[in-house]
């Protein structure tokens, strides 16, 4: 039972146009979702993240979107550059439990020059 | 030098054979947790611990069990390693209410 789902294993893009990595997910007792990037050989790095109570964060070229009605979550990235090329997690936490996260099976983006 | 690290950074072992993989943490957090990676399946977690004295067992904790040394310390054993054990293992740290959770470099263990 796949509580949060990335439904997309990859993606490509072109250097300078948007990245859109969406995330899906099932819990209504989720109360905070993060964005993680990975490179290879090395572990998860936290990106971005928003909060049930809002739709929308900013952090320079990166923007979460949360969709609670349709409980999905979508990262933009613009404009993308190559090395944004990674794995890209979607996590979400679970209300009062400690701080544990359910994580996504992640999308490898790949931007091209 | 790195907040969270992990040793060793590679295993190769066989079946039947009692491995342990070790996290440290130089970030003062609480919260400690194991994860391992398998394609298409993402993160999942093994276990987990608030405190020293508080270990709690994650969705997939069958076949291994952990130790919290110290604060900054959390190991992950696997008993008796079986192939389907082969994987990636990330240690993370996090404050207590905190939001973020901040990872080693990971563990690539192979069971032949």
């Known amino acids: 039972d796949q509580q949060v789902k990335q439904n997309s294993p990859s993606l490509s893009v072109q250097e300078g146009r948007i990245s859109i990595l969406n995330c899906d997910y099932t819990n209504s007792m989720f109360d905070y979702f993060l964005w993680y990037k990975k490179y290879p050989a090395e572990g998860p790095t936290f990106l971005i993240s928003i909060s049930s109570i809002k739709d929308k964060n900013e952090d320079g070229r990166f923007t979460v979107f949360l969709n609670k009605s349709a409980k999905h979550l979508s990262l933009h990235i613009v404009p993308s550059q190559p090395g944004d090329s990674a794995v890209y997690f979607c996590?979400?936490?679970?209300?009062?439990?400690?701080?544990?996260?359910?994580f996504g099976q992640g999308t490898e983006l790949s931007v091209k020059p | 030098d790195a907040d969270v690290t992990q040793t060793p950074r590679n295993r190769i072992t066989k079946t039947g054979k009692r491995i342990m993989l070790e996290c440290s943490q130089t970030k003062g957090h609480d919260r400690m947790y194991w994860y391992r990676q398998d394609p298409g399946l993402g993160l999942r977690l093994i276990y987990y611990s608030f405190d020293v004295k508080d270990i709690n067992k994650g969705e997939i904790s069958d076949g291994y069990s952990v130790s919290r040394q110290a604060q900054a310390k959390f190991s992950l054993s696997l008993e008796s390693a079986i192939p389907n054990q082969t994987a990636l293992y990330f240690c993370?740290?996090?404050?207590?209410?905190?939001?973020?959770?901040?990872f080693g470099p990971g563990t690539r263990l192979t069971v032949l």
């Open positions: 993370a740290t996090t404050a207590q209410r905190a939001d973020t959770q901040y």
């Open positions: 996590a979400a936490r679970i209300y009062n439990q400690g701080g544990k996260l359910i």
